[in-house]
């Protein structure tokens, strides 16, 4: 069995940062690409930032130049770093991430349970 599990979450001023985590653990032979959704209030849940085995990045256009997502192999961790956070980024935040578990021939999508970022003006 696998689980992600998100970290790092909290309330920020407008302008300020926080850095999320997403710590995968369990029957794991290997992780693939490794993202970052978020979901507001009344909104739909949109892609972030993706991160693939190579270190190849995407981001959403709202958050290119104010975050990072990045990952530590070794501790089967992804990470993403806001900064010159604001309002508009208030949401649930969801770590996703592409597994080939230990007796399966093929890689299945997992979510994390999300982490809550609020920012105030």
């Known amino acids: 069995q696998v689980q992600l599990v998100e970290s790092g979450g909290g309330l920020v001023q407008a302008g300020g940062s926080l850095r999320l985590s997403c710590a995968a653990s369990?029957?794991?032979?290997?992780?693939?690409?490794m993202a970052w959704h978020r979901q507001a209030p009344g909104k739909q849940r949109e892609l972030v930032a993706t991160?693939?085995?190579?270190?190849?990045?995407t981001y959403a256009e709202s958050v290119k130049g104010r975050f990072t997502i990045s990952r530590d192999n070794a501790r089967n961790t992804a990470y993403l770093q806001m900064n010159s956070l604001k309002p508009e980024d208030t949401a649930v935040y969801y770590c996703?991430?592409?597994?080939?578990?230990?007796?399966?021939?093929?890689?299945?999508?997992?979510w994390g349970q999300g982490t809550q970022v609020t920012v105030s003006s």
């Open positions: 991160i693939t085995t190579s270190d190849r990045t």
């Open positions: 996703n991430a592409n597994i080939i578990s230990l007796g399966d021939y093929y890689a299945r999508g997992y």
């Open positions: 369990g029957s794991i032979r290997t992780i693939n690409s």
